[in-house]
Protein backbone atom coordinates (compact mmCIF):
# COMPACT_ATOMS: atom_id res chain seq x y z
CA UNK A 1 0.00 0.00 0.00
CA UNK A 2 2.71 2.53 0.84
CA UNK A 3 4.54 1.80 -2.72
CA UNK A 4 0.97 2.09 -4.35
CA UNK A 5 0.85 6.06 -1.84
CA UNK A 6 4.04 7.07 -3.24
CA UNK A 7 3.49 5.83 -6.94
CA UNK A 8 0.42 8.28 -6.86
CA UNK A 9 1.84 10.86 -5.30
CA UNK A 10 4.85 10.82 -7.62
CA UNK A 11 2.64 11.24 -10.56
CA UNK A 12 0.79 13.95 -9.42
CA UNK A 13 3.96 15.40 -8.64
CA UNK A 14 5.16 14.86 -12.31
CA UNK A 15 1.85 16.43 -13.03
CA UNK A 16 2.15 19.73 -11.53
CA UNK A 17 6.32 20.09 -12.55
CA UNK A 18 5.30 19.45 -15.65
CA UNK A 19 2.52 22.35 -15.44
CA UNK A 20 4.94 24.36 -13.85
CA UNK A 21 8.03 23.96 -17.13
CA UNK A 22 5.74 24.96 -19.19
CA UNK A 23 5.06 28.27 -17.79
CA UNK A 24 8.44 28.55 -17.49
CA UNK A 25 9.61 26.82 -21.13
CA UNK A 26 12.01 24.61 -19.64
CA UNK A 27 11.69 20.59 -20.51
CA UNK A 28 9.60 18.81 -17.82
CA UNK A 29 12.51 16.53 -17.33
CA UNK A 30 14.40 19.01 -15.58
CA UNK A 31 12.20 19.32 -13.07
CA UNK A 32 11.73 16.18 -12.14
CA UNK A 33 15.37 15.37 -12.53
CA UNK A 34 15.69 18.04 -9.83
CA UNK A 35 13.37 16.02 -7.69
CA UNK A 36 14.39 12.71 -8.16
CA UNK A 37 17.89 14.25 -6.67
CA UNK A 38 16.07 15.75 -3.62
CA UNK A 39 14.16 12.54 -2.81
CA UNK A 40 17.36 10.58 -2.90
CA UNK A 41 18.00 13.19 0.32
CA UNK A 42 15.26 13.52 1.99
CA UNK A 43 15.90 11.59 5.53
CA UNK A 44 13.25 8.27 6.19
CA UNK A 45 12.45 8.05 2.22
CA UNK A 46 11.49 4.58 1.19
CA UNK A 47 13.87 2.47 -0.61
CA UNK A 48 12.65 1.02 -3.84
CA UNK A 49 14.83 -1.36 -5.87
CA UNK A 50 13.68 -2.31 -9.41
CA UNK A 51 15.18 -5.22 -11.57
CA UNK A 52 17.94 -4.23 -13.97
CA UNK A 53 16.43 -6.43 -16.63
CA UNK A 54 13.56 -4.56 -16.38
CA UNK A 55 14.93 -1.01 -16.91
CA UNK A 56 15.43 -0.90 -20.34
CA UNK A 57 12.16 -2.93 -21.33
CA UNK A 58 9.24 -0.86 -19.12
CA UNK A 59 11.25 2.52 -19.95
CA UNK A 60 12.85 2.60 -23.21
CA UNK A 61 10.52 0.19 -25.44
CA UNK A 62 7.54 2.27 -25.36
CA UNK A 63 8.99 5.85 -25.30
CA UNK A 64 11.22 4.54 -28.27
CA UNK A 65 8.21 3.20 -29.94
CA UNK A 66 6.58 6.55 -30.16
CA UNK A 67 8.94 8.66 -30.98
CA UNK A 68 9.82 5.96 -34.14
CA UNK A 69 6.22 6.09 -34.80
CA UNK A 70 6.26 9.86 -35.41
CA UNK A 71 9.40 9.60 -37.79
CA UNK A 72 9.18 10.60 -41.46
CA UNK A 73 11.40 8.11 -43.11
CA UNK A 74 11.19 11.42 -46.07
CA UNK A 75 13.32 13.60 -44.05
CA UNK A 76 15.25 11.02 -42.69
CA UNK A 77 16.91 10.36 -46.08
CA UNK A 78 17.12 14.37 -46.80
CA UNK A 79 18.95 14.93 -43.58
CA UNK A 80 20.82 11.35 -43.55
CA UNK A 81 24.34 12.91 -43.43
CA UNK A 82 23.77 15.08 -40.53
CA UNK A 83 21.38 12.44 -38.37
CA UNK A 84 24.44 9.90 -39.19
CA UNK A 85 26.86 11.76 -38.18
CA UNK A 86 25.32 12.39 -34.44
CA UNK A 87 24.12 8.93 -34.26
CA UNK A 88 27.59 7.16 -34.72
CA UNK A 89 29.41 9.87 -34.74
CA UNK A 90 29.06 12.46 -32.22
CA UNK A 91 28.15 9.01 -29.76
CA UNK A 92 31.52 7.32 -30.52
CA UNK A 93 33.66 10.29 -29.67
CA UNK A 94 31.45 10.82 -26.52
CA UNK A 95 32.26 6.95 -25.50
CA UNK A 96 36.27 7.83 -25.94
CA UNK A 97 36.36 11.22 -24.24
CA UNK A 98 34.21 10.19 -21.42
CA UNK A 99 35.89 6.76 -20.86
CA UNK A 100 39.01 8.73 -21.05
CA UNK A 101 37.89 11.23 -18.78
CA UNK A 102 36.94 8.87 -16.10
CA UNK A 103 40.23 6.82 -16.61
CA UNK A 104 42.10 9.31 -15.74
CA UNK A 105 40.03 10.49 -11.93
CA UNK A 106 39.81 6.38 -11.58
CA UNK A 107 42.63 4.61 -13.24
CA UNK A 108 41.97 1.49 -11.84
CA UNK A 109 38.69 1.26 -13.59
CA UNK A 110 38.79 -1.39 -16.23
CA UNK A 111 38.61 -0.17 -19.12
CA UNK A 112 35.56 -2.16 -20.66
CA UNK A 113 33.41 -0.26 -17.29
CA UNK A 114 34.92 2.88 -18.41
CA UNK A 115 33.07 2.59 -22.25
CA UNK A 116 30.26 1.02 -20.44
CA UNK A 117 29.35 4.23 -18.62
CA UNK A 118 30.67 6.46 -21.88
CA UNK A 119 27.73 4.26 -24.04
CA UNK A 120 25.48 5.42 -21.09
CA UNK A 121 25.68 8.87 -20.95
CA UNK A 122 26.45 9.21 -25.19
CA UNK A 123 22.62 8.82 -26.46
CA UNK A 124 20.80 12.62 -26.04
CA UNK A 125 17.06 12.70 -24.92
CA UNK A 126 15.78 14.58 -27.99
CA UNK A 127 12.24 14.87 -26.53
CA UNK A 128 13.58 17.35 -23.77
CA UNK A 129 14.97 19.52 -26.33
CA UNK A 130 11.98 19.64 -28.88
CA UNK A 131 9.62 19.57 -26.12
CA UNK A 132 11.10 23.40 -25.99
CA UNK A 133 11.58 23.75 -29.54
CA UNK A 134 8.34 23.13 -30.67
CA UNK A 135 7.42 26.29 -28.54
CA UNK A 136 9.73 28.48 -30.62
CA UNK A 137 9.14 27.06 -34.10
CA UNK A 138 12.63 26.69 -35.40
CA UNK A 139 13.27 25.44 -38.61
CA UNK A 140 11.59 22.21 -39.34
CA UNK A 141 15.02 20.43 -40.48
CA UNK A 142 16.48 21.46 -37.00
CA UNK A 143 13.83 18.93 -35.55
CA UNK A 144 14.28 16.31 -37.97
CA UNK A 145 18.12 16.25 -37.55
CA UNK A 146 16.95 15.77 -33.34
CA UNK A 147 14.50 13.54 -33.63
CA UNK A 148 16.39 11.39 -36.61
CA UNK A 149 19.07 11.25 -34.18
CA UNK A 150 17.54 10.18 -30.57
CA UNK A 151 16.05 7.14 -32.93
CA UNK A 152 19.75 5.94 -33.76
CA UNK A 153 22.00 6.94 -30.90
CA UNK A 154 20.03 5.04 -28.80
CA UNK A 155 20.26 1.87 -30.85
CA UNK A 156 24.34 2.57 -31.41
CA UNK A 157 25.01 4.01 -27.82
CA UNK A 158 23.53 0.20 -26.07
CA UNK A 159 25.23 -1.59 -28.80
CA UNK A 160 28.51 -0.66 -27.60
CA UNK A 161 26.93 -0.74 -23.69
CA UNK A 162 26.37 -4.31 -24.10
CA UNK A 163 29.24 -5.11 -25.41
CA UNK A 164 30.86 -3.48 -22.96
CA UNK A 165 28.48 -5.22 -20.34
CA UNK A 166 30.23 -8.75 -22.34
CA UNK A 167 33.91 -7.70 -21.74
CA UNK A 168 32.96 -7.15 -18.38
CA UNK A 169 31.62 -10.65 -17.89
CA UNK A 170 34.36 -12.16 -19.64
CA UNK A 171 37.68 -10.60 -17.73
CA UNK A 172 38.50 -9.01 -21.57
CA UNK A 173 38.35 -5.87 -23.41
CA UNK A 174 36.64 -4.89 -26.73
CA UNK A 175 38.26 -5.20 -29.82
CA UNK A 176 37.99 -5.93 -33.58
CA UNK A 177 36.23 -9.51 -33.17
CA UNK A 178 33.30 -7.89 -31.55
CA UNK A 179 33.16 -6.16 -35.83
CA UNK A 180 30.82 -9.44 -36.89
CA UNK A 181 29.08 -9.57 -33.87
CA UNK A 182 27.58 -6.02 -34.55
CA UNK A 183 27.04 -6.33 -38.27
CA UNK A 184 24.62 -9.89 -37.37
CA UNK A 185 23.27 -8.03 -34.58
CA UNK A 186 21.88 -5.19 -37.06
CA UNK A 187 21.11 -7.08 -40.17
CA UNK A 188 19.19 -9.33 -37.63
CA UNK A 189 17.72 -6.47 -35.86
CA UNK A 190 16.19 -5.17 -38.95
CA UNK A 191 14.75 -7.70 -40.60
CA UNK A 192 13.33 -9.04 -37.41
CA UNK A 193 11.76 -5.50 -36.87
CA UNK A 194 9.50 -5.95 -40.37
CA UNK A 195 9.05 -9.59 -39.64
CA UNK A 196 7.34 -8.31 -36.54
CA UNK A 197 5.80 -5.80 -37.41
CA UNK A 198 3.80 -7.75 -40.42
CA UNK A 199 2.45 -9.96 -37.75
CA UNK A 200 1.42 -7.30 -35.64
CA UNK A 201 -0.28 -5.42 -38.62
CA UNK A 202 -2.45 -8.94 -39.09
CA UNK A 203 -3.31 -8.94 -35.40
CA UNK A 204 -4.28 -5.32 -35.42
CA UNK A 205 -6.49 -5.42 -38.21
CA UNK A 206 -8.44 -7.93 -36.37
CA UNK A 207 -9.09 -5.86 -33.20
CA UNK A 208 -12.78 -3.65 -33.17
CA UNK A 209 -12.37 -2.80 -29.54
CA UNK A 210 -10.57 0.51 -28.47
CA UNK A 211 -9.51 -0.91 -24.87
CA UNK A 212 -8.68 -4.18 -26.52
CA UNK A 213 -6.76 -2.17 -29.32
CA UNK A 214 -4.65 -0.43 -26.69
CA UNK A 215 -3.80 -3.28 -24.63
CA UNK A 216 -2.61 -4.69 -28.01
CA UNK A 217 -0.16 -2.31 -29.18
CA UNK A 218 1.23 -1.91 -25.55
CA UNK A 219 1.81 -6.00 -25.31
CA UNK A 220 3.27 -6.03 -29.06
CA UNK A 221 5.95 -3.41 -28.07
CA UNK A 222 7.14 -5.08 -24.78
CA UNK A 223 7.21 -8.18 -27.19
CA UNK A 224 9.24 -7.41 -29.88
CA UNK A 225 11.31 -5.76 -27.57
CA UNK A 226 11.74 -8.77 -25.52
CA UNK A 227 11.80 -11.25 -28.62
CA UNK A 228 14.74 -9.08 -29.94
CA UNK A 229 16.79 -9.53 -26.37
CA UNK A 230 16.06 -12.79 -26.21
CA UNK A 231 17.20 -13.74 -29.57
CA UNK A 232 20.54 -11.45 -28.92
CA UNK A 233 19.37 -9.04 -31.26
CA UNK A 234 19.42 -5.07 -30.61
CA UNK A 235 15.75 -4.46 -28.69
CA UNK A 236 16.59 -0.84 -29.85
CA UNK A 237 16.72 -1.34 -33.48
CA UNK A 238 14.13 -4.08 -33.75
CA UNK A 239 11.69 -1.38 -32.21
CA UNK A 240 12.37 1.61 -34.67
CA UNK A 241 12.61 -0.54 -37.84
CA UNK A 242 9.17 -2.27 -36.72
CA UNK A 243 7.43 1.70 -35.34
CA UNK A 244 8.35 2.98 -38.69
CA UNK A 245 7.15 -0.07 -40.97
CA UNK A 246 3.88 -0.26 -38.96
CA UNK A 247 3.36 3.74 -39.23
CA UNK A 248 3.19 3.41 -43.38
CA UNK A 249 0.51 1.66 -43.39
CA UNK A 250 -1.40 1.79 -39.80
CA UNK A 251 -3.10 4.96 -40.87
CA UNK A 252 -5.23 2.92 -43.47
CA UNK A 253 -6.14 0.22 -41.24
CA UNK A 254 -6.61 1.85 -38.37
CA UNK A 255 -10.15 3.74 -38.16
CA UNK A 256 -10.36 7.13 -36.47
CA UNK A 257 -12.28 6.25 -33.58
CA UNK A 258 -9.48 3.81 -32.51
CA UNK A 259 -6.72 5.79 -33.69
CA UNK A 260 -7.60 8.97 -31.84
CA UNK A 261 -8.06 7.76 -28.10
CA UNK A 262 -4.65 5.38 -28.80
CA UNK A 263 -2.70 8.50 -29.46
CA UNK A 264 -4.13 9.75 -26.22
CA UNK A 265 -3.20 6.90 -23.81
CA UNK A 266 0.37 6.66 -25.84
CA UNK A 267 1.00 10.48 -24.75
CA UNK A 268 -0.37 9.80 -20.71
CA UNK A 269 2.23 6.69 -21.23
CA UNK A 270 5.02 8.10 -22.44
CA UNK A 271 5.22 11.08 -19.63
CA UNK A 272 4.65 8.61 -16.57
CA UNK A 273 7.09 6.75 -17.91
CA UNK A 274 9.35 9.34 -18.09
CA UNK A 275 8.47 10.67 -14.44
CA UNK A 276 8.86 6.91 -12.95
CA UNK A 277 12.11 6.77 -14.33
CA UNK A 278 13.76 9.86 -12.81
CA UNK A 279 12.45 9.71 -9.37
CA UNK A 280 13.24 5.58 -9.33
CA UNK A 281 16.84 6.63 -10.06
CA UNK A 282 16.22 9.20 -7.21
CA UNK A 283 15.26 6.29 -5.00
CA UNK A 284 18.01 4.11 -5.93
CA UNK A 285 20.60 6.63 -5.37
CA UNK A 286 19.07 6.73 -1.91
CA UNK A 287 20.99 3.59 -0.91
CA UNK A 288 23.81 4.77 -2.46
CA UNK A 289 24.31 8.01 -0.91
CA UNK A 290 23.23 6.70 2.23
CA UNK A 291 27.16 5.17 2.56
CA UNK A 292 28.94 8.31 1.15
CA UNK A 293 31.25 10.35 3.99
CA UNK A 294 32.42 13.69 3.03
CA UNK A 295 35.14 12.64 0.77
CA UNK A 296 33.28 9.87 -1.12
CA UNK A 297 30.81 13.53 -1.74
CA UNK A 298 33.49 15.47 -2.98
CA UNK A 299 35.41 12.65 -4.75
CA UNK A 300 32.10 10.81 -6.87
CA UNK A 301 31.49 15.11 -7.25
CA UNK A 302 34.77 16.05 -9.03
CA UNK A 303 34.27 12.23 -10.98
CA UNK A 304 30.49 13.22 -12.22
CA UNK A 305 31.72 17.00 -13.11
CA UNK A 306 34.73 15.87 -15.25
CA UNK A 307 32.29 13.20 -16.75
CA UNK A 308 29.56 15.84 -17.68
CA UNK A 309 32.03 18.29 -18.61
CA UNK A 310 33.42 15.60 -21.30
CA UNK A 311 30.14 14.64 -22.63
CA UNK A 312 29.21 18.31 -23.54
CA UNK A 313 32.35 18.76 -24.97
CA UNK A 314 32.58 15.99 -27.20
CA UNK A 315 29.14 16.52 -28.78
CA UNK A 316 29.53 20.44 -29.14
CA UNK A 317 33.16 19.75 -30.88
CA UNK A 318 31.66 17.00 -33.37
CA UNK A 319 28.62 19.07 -34.63
CA UNK A 320 30.78 22.30 -34.82
CA UNK A 321 33.59 20.83 -36.63
CA UNK A 322 31.17 18.32 -38.50
CA UNK A 323 29.72 21.51 -39.82
CA UNK A 324 32.41 23.66 -40.36
CA UNK A 325 34.22 20.79 -42.12
CA UNK A 326 30.96 20.29 -44.74
CA UNK A 327 30.46 24.30 -45.45
CA UNK A 328 33.99 24.16 -46.46
CA UNK A 329 33.69 21.37 -48.07
CA UNK A 330 30.49 22.84 -49.82
CA UNK A 331 32.82 25.93 -50.79
CA UNK A 332 35.52 23.77 -52.54
CA UNK A 333 33.24 21.81 -54.49
CA UNK A 334 30.29 24.30 -55.24
CA UNK A 335 28.10 21.69 -54.33
CA UNK A 336 24.29 22.57 -53.73
CA UNK A 337 23.91 19.93 -50.37
CA UNK A 338 22.08 21.50 -47.71
CA UNK A 339 24.49 22.49 -44.89
CA UNK A 340 23.91 23.60 -40.98
CA UNK A 341 24.24 27.38 -40.79
CA UNK A 342 26.78 28.25 -37.61
CA UNK A 343 24.34 29.01 -35.57
CA UNK A 344 22.16 25.80 -36.13
CA UNK A 345 25.17 24.02 -35.62
CA UNK A 346 25.53 25.90 -32.57
CA UNK A 347 21.89 25.28 -31.22
CA UNK A 348 22.03 21.18 -32.22
CA UNK A 349 25.43 21.35 -30.68
CA UNK A 350 23.80 22.64 -27.18
CA UNK A 351 20.90 20.25 -27.30
CA UNK A 352 22.43 17.28 -25.48
CA UNK A 353 20.19 17.13 -23.03
CA UNK A 354 20.10 13.35 -21.36
CA UNK A 355 17.29 11.48 -20.17
CA UNK A 356 15.49 8.41 -19.67
CA UNK A 357 17.44 5.94 -22.14
CA UNK A 358 21.28 6.78 -19.74
CA UNK A 359 18.66 6.34 -16.81
CA UNK A 360 17.57 2.67 -17.91
CA UNK A 361 20.84 1.78 -19.07
CA UNK A 362 22.72 2.80 -15.63
CA UNK A 363 19.53 1.19 -13.59
CA UNK A 364 20.19 -2.11 -15.91
CA UNK A 365 23.43 -2.76 -14.99
CA UNK A 366 23.91 -5.64 -12.77
CA UNK A 367 23.47 -5.47 -9.17
CA UNK A 368 25.23 -8.90 -7.65
CA UNK A 369 22.46 -10.81 -6.72
CA UNK A 370 21.20 -14.47 -8.02
CA UNK A 371 24.66 -15.80 -8.42
CA UNK A 372 25.67 -12.07 -11.03
CA UNK A 373 28.74 -10.68 -9.92
CA UNK A 374 28.31 -6.84 -9.76
CA UNK A 375 28.91 -4.41 -12.23
CA UNK A 376 32.64 -2.95 -11.31
CA UNK A 377 31.81 0.65 -10.16
CA UNK A 378 28.11 0.16 -10.10
CA UNK A 379 27.67 2.89 -7.38
CA UNK A 380 30.06 5.43 -9.53
CA UNK A 381 28.19 4.93 -12.77
CA UNK A 382 24.93 4.91 -11.45
CA UNK A 383 25.81 8.41 -9.52
CA UNK A 384 27.87 9.75 -12.43
CA UNK A 385 24.98 8.89 -15.20
CA UNK A 386 21.85 10.57 -12.85
CA UNK A 387 24.47 13.59 -12.56
CA UNK A 388 25.25 14.10 -15.95
CA UNK A 389 21.50 13.51 -16.69
CA UNK A 390 20.48 16.64 -14.00
CA UNK A 391 23.51 18.64 -15.41
CA UNK A 392 22.79 18.87 -18.59
CA UNK A 393 18.83 18.92 -18.32
CA UNK A 394 19.43 21.80 -15.41
CA UNK A 395 22.69 23.40 -17.58
CA UNK A 396 21.43 23.10 -21.27
CA UNK A 397 17.83 22.59 -20.97
CA UNK A 398 17.12 25.76 -18.85
CA UNK A 399 19.10 27.88 -21.63
CA UNK A 400 18.04 26.44 -24.59
CA UNK A 401 14.72 29.10 -24.97
CA UNK A 402 17.27 32.21 -24.77
CA UNK A 403 19.77 30.67 -26.89
CA UNK A 404 16.98 30.14 -29.23
CA UNK A 405 16.08 33.44 -29.65
CA UNK A 406 19.31 35.28 -29.57
CA UNK A 407 19.97 32.77 -32.42
CA UNK A 408 17.03 33.86 -34.19
CA UNK A 409 16.66 30.84 -36.10
CA UNK A 410 13.08 31.56 -37.14
CA UNK A 411 10.46 28.39 -38.47
CA UNK A 412 10.69 28.60 -42.49
CA UNK A 413 6.71 27.45 -42.73
CA UNK A 414 7.50 24.44 -44.44
CA UNK A 415 4.99 22.05 -42.36
CA UNK A 416 2.34 24.80 -42.57
CA UNK A 417 2.58 24.71 -46.21
CA UNK A 418 2.22 21.12 -46.26
CA UNK A 419 -0.58 21.00 -44.25
CA UNK A 420 -2.14 23.81 -46.55
CA UNK A 421 -1.59 22.12 -49.82
CA UNK A 422 -2.54 18.56 -48.10
CA UNK A 423 -5.88 19.94 -47.35
CA UNK A 424 -6.81 21.05 -51.05
CA UNK A 425 -5.60 18.07 -52.36
CA UNK A 426 -7.68 15.83 -50.02
CA UNK A 427 -10.43 18.11 -50.51
CA UNK A 428 -10.41 17.97 -54.05
CA UNK A 429 -10.46 14.15 -54.00
CA UNK A 430 -13.61 14.17 -51.78
CA UNK A 431 -15.50 16.43 -54.29
CA UNK A 432 -14.77 14.43 -57.30
CA UNK A 433 -15.83 11.38 -55.16
CA UNK A 434 -18.96 13.05 -54.38
CA UNK A 435 -19.54 14.03 -58.21
CA UNK A 436 -19.11 10.30 -59.25
CA UNK A 437 -21.60 8.98 -56.58
CA UNK A 438 -24.57 8.66 -57.42
CA UNK A 439 -27.55 10.82 -55.95
CA UNK A 440 -30.10 13.62 -57.25
CA UNK A 441 -31.72 15.07 -54.01
CA UNK A 442 -31.18 18.19 -52.29
CA UNK A 443 -29.06 17.05 -49.44
CA UNK A 444 -26.97 15.49 -52.35
CA UNK A 445 -27.22 18.82 -53.82
CA UNK A 446 -25.64 20.17 -50.58
CA UNK A 447 -22.92 17.86 -49.86
CA UNK A 448 -21.45 18.82 -53.52
CA UNK A 449 -21.58 22.23 -52.61
CA UNK A 450 -20.56 22.17 -48.88
CA UNK A 451 -16.61 20.30 -50.29
CA UNK A 452 -16.87 22.63 -52.97
CA UNK A 453 -17.36 25.88 -50.37
CA UNK A 454 -14.35 24.17 -48.34
CA UNK A 455 -12.29 23.35 -51.66
CA UNK A 456 -12.39 27.16 -52.56
CA UNK A 457 -11.56 28.34 -48.82
CA UNK A 458 -8.93 26.04 -48.43
CA UNK A 459 -7.55 27.22 -51.82
CA UNK A 460 -7.60 30.78 -50.72
CA UNK A 461 -5.04 30.26 -47.76
CA UNK A 462 -2.77 28.23 -50.06
CA UNK A 463 -2.62 31.00 -51.97
CA UNK A 464 -2.50 33.89 -49.77
CA UNK A 465 0.29 31.95 -47.39
CA UNK A 466 2.37 31.04 -50.97
CA UNK A 467 2.70 35.16 -51.75
CA UNK A 468 3.27 36.16 -48.12
CA UNK A 469 6.50 33.73 -47.21
CA UNK A 470 7.85 31.33 -44.89
CA UNK A 471 6.92 31.87 -40.95
CA UNK A 472 3.29 32.91 -41.48
CA UNK A 473 0.78 31.31 -39.37
CA UNK A 474 -1.25 28.57 -40.70
CA UNK A 475 -4.67 30.08 -40.15
CA UNK A 476 -7.47 28.17 -38.94
CA UNK A 477 -6.90 24.44 -37.97
CA UNK A 478 -9.35 22.52 -40.23
CA UNK A 479 -11.55 23.38 -43.02
CA UNK A 480 -13.81 20.45 -42.83
CA UNK A 481 -16.91 20.38 -40.41
CA UNK A 482 -19.55 17.65 -39.23
CA UNK A 483 -20.89 16.40 -42.56
CA UNK A 484 -24.78 16.33 -42.10
CA UNK A 485 -26.31 14.78 -45.17
CA UNK A 486 -26.16 11.00 -47.55
CA UNK A 487 -23.71 9.18 -45.24
CA UNK A 488 -22.68 7.14 -48.35
CA UNK A 489 -21.63 9.81 -49.89
CA UNK A 490 -19.76 11.34 -46.98
CA UNK A 491 -18.09 8.32 -46.38
CA UNK A 492 -16.91 7.89 -50.26
CA UNK A 493 -15.84 11.64 -49.89
CA UNK A 494 -13.77 10.91 -46.77
CA UNK A 495 -12.31 8.11 -48.13
CA UNK A 496 -10.98 9.28 -51.47
CA UNK A 497 -9.35 12.24 -49.05
CA UNK A 498 -8.05 9.65 -46.81
CA UNK A 499 -6.69 7.70 -49.46
CA UNK A 500 -5.42 11.15 -51.51
CA UNK A 501 -3.27 11.99 -47.66
CA UNK A 502 -1.62 8.84 -47.94
CA UNK A 503 -0.41 9.16 -51.47
CA UNK A 504 0.66 12.67 -51.02
CA UNK A 505 2.75 10.65 -48.35
CA UNK A 506 4.04 7.99 -50.02
CA UNK A 507 5.45 10.19 -53.08
CA UNK A 508 7.54 12.50 -50.91
CA UNK A 509 4.94 15.57 -51.78
CA UNK A 510 4.64 16.19 -47.69
CA UNK A 511 6.23 14.94 -44.85
CA UNK A 512 4.67 12.89 -41.84
CA UNK A 513 4.49 16.10 -39.65
CA UNK A 514 2.02 17.73 -42.15
CA UNK A 515 0.39 14.26 -42.77
CA UNK A 516 -0.53 13.35 -38.96
CA UNK A 517 -1.45 16.85 -38.64
CA UNK A 518 -4.57 16.68 -41.71
CA UNK A 519 -5.07 13.17 -40.31
CA UNK A 520 -5.82 14.15 -37.10
CA UNK A 521 -8.41 16.51 -38.78
CA UNK A 522 -10.29 14.12 -40.88
CA UNK A 523 -10.19 11.43 -37.65
CA UNK A 524 -12.31 14.27 -36.03
CA UNK A 525 -14.39 15.19 -38.99
CA UNK A 526 -14.82 11.15 -39.15
CA UNK A 527 -16.38 10.92 -35.33
CA UNK A 528 -18.20 13.82 -35.97
CA UNK A 529 -20.04 11.66 -39.03
CA UNK A 530 -20.50 9.05 -37.05
CA UNK A 531 -22.26 10.76 -34.06
CA UNK A 532 -24.59 12.33 -36.50
CA UNK A 533 -25.65 9.59 -38.47
CA UNK A 534 -26.39 8.20 -35.16
CA UNK A 535 -28.44 10.94 -34.23
CA UNK A 536 -30.08 11.02 -37.33
CA UNK A 537 -31.23 6.83 -37.03
CA UNK A 538 -32.21 6.22 -33.03
CA UNK A 539 -32.59 3.06 -32.16
CA UNK A 540 -29.40 1.78 -34.89
CA UNK A 541 -26.02 1.12 -33.62
Same mark, same amino acid.
Given at each position: ?????????????? +?????????????????? +????????????? %?????? %????????????????? $???????????????????????????????????????????????????????????????????????????????????????????????????????????????????????????????????????? $??????????????????????????????????????????????????????????????????????????????????????? $???????????????????????????????????????????????????????????????????? +??????????????????????????????????????????????????????????????????????????????????????????????????????????????????????????????????????????????????????????? $???????????????????????????
Amino acid at each position: MLVFEIVIGLLLGG +AGLAALSRRLGTPYPALV +ALAGAVLALVPGS %PELVLD %PELALTLFVAPVLLDAA $FDASPRDLRANWRPVAGLALGAVVLTVIAVAVAVRWRVPAMPWAAAIALGAIVAPPDAAAATAVLKQLKPPHRLLVILEGESLFNDASALLIYRLALGAVAAGGVLGWSAVPTLLIVTVGSLLLGVVLSWVSLRIN $FLVEDVSTAVITQFGSTFAVWMIAERLHLSGILTTVVYAMTISRTASTLTPARIRIPSYAVWEVATFVLNVLAFVLVGFQLKTIVAR $FDRETWLEYGAIAGVVTGAAILARFAWVMGAGALTRWRQRKSMSTAVTLSPGAAVLVGWCGMRGIVTL +AAALALPTGHDGVAAFPYRDLILFTSFSVVLGTLVVQGMTLRPLMTRLKLDDDGEVDHEVRLARVETLRAGLEATQEAPGTTEMATLVRRRYELQLRRARQTLEEHSHAGPGTQAGPSSPWGPPTADAEMVRAAMAAGRKRLADLRADGTIGDAA $FQQVEQELDWSELDLQQILRSESPGQG
